[in-house]
């Protein structure tokens, strides 16, 4: 086993992560040694007796932005020449699985959670290797964005889900649709039956039915991937 993913989040809320990582499957994954998961505070590197990290914006306007000198010194605090940092922002790309994919491929990301009316460009400048978003709306902080990052980023890393890589290389959106009805036992709920085809033991037609059961679950919701 080679070494694990090192994920560092830089927070000022860092106990909003706590019972996050100390969970199910991220809980597991980091006993096992596949992944570990640090949180960075940036008012550890406030030079203030109030530990500031936020300021009123030049030019005006509402709220109050997060100051450079915390969230770099953070930064680079714990960067390295393997390092990925990752601004969790509304500006950003849209996560997506393909993004997951490709940061469970990374050695060590830093998912740095924006506070407040934003950061101060400089960060961008300076630290931030890309920007990603988790849906078109506002949250209170980036700590929850960056938890789903984590979650979906460490689910797909070798070993810590059970089952084989089938485990998710059959998931929504691994193939570009959605995923097809699960059905499980007992056969028959409340006048609902499992369809027979699940249970006629014929593999090539369940993989067939499965096939066009997400593509018309796809069409009917989530066009635009077809599209894609």
Not at 86 to 106: N, T, Y
Not at 195 to 212: C, K, M, Q, T, Y
């Amino acid at each position: 086993m080679g070494a694990p993913l090192t994920i560092d989040v830089v927070t000022i809320f860092p106990t909003m992560l706590d019972g996050f990582v100390c969970e199910s499957i991220i809980k597991r994954a980091a006993e096992a040694g596949l992944v570990s998961i640090r949180t960075v505070n940036p008012r550890d590197f406030t030079t203030d007796v109030h530990r500031t990290v936020d300021d009123r914006p030049y030019g005006g306007g509402p709220g109050m932005v997060m100051k450079p000198e915390p969230l770099v010194d953070a930064v680079e605090s714990i960067r390295q020449a393997d390092t990925r940092t990752i601004l969790m922002c509304p500006q950003g790309a849209p996560f997506s699985q393909a993004a997951a994919r490709r940061l469970c491929e990374e050695k060590h990301l830093v998912l740095l959670a924006g506070h407040y009316e934003g950061v101060d460009e400089r960060v961008r400048n300076l630290v931030v290797d890309e920007e990603i978003s988790i849906g078109d709306y506002i949250l209170t902080n980036g700590a929850l964005p960056a938890a789903v990052v984590i979650d979906a980023v460490v689910r797909l890393l070798p070993g810590v889900l059970g089952g084989g890589p089938e485990a998710h290389e059959l998931e929504s959106f691994s193939e570009g649709l959605l995923d097809y009805p699960q059905y499980t036992r007992p056969p028959t709920y409340r006048g609902l039956e499992v369809p027979e085809i699940l249970r006629s033991g014929d593999h090539a037609a369940v993989a067939r039915w499965r096939n066009e059961q997400a593509r018309a679950k796809t069409r009917a919701s989530r066009p635009d991937l077809l599209e894609e």
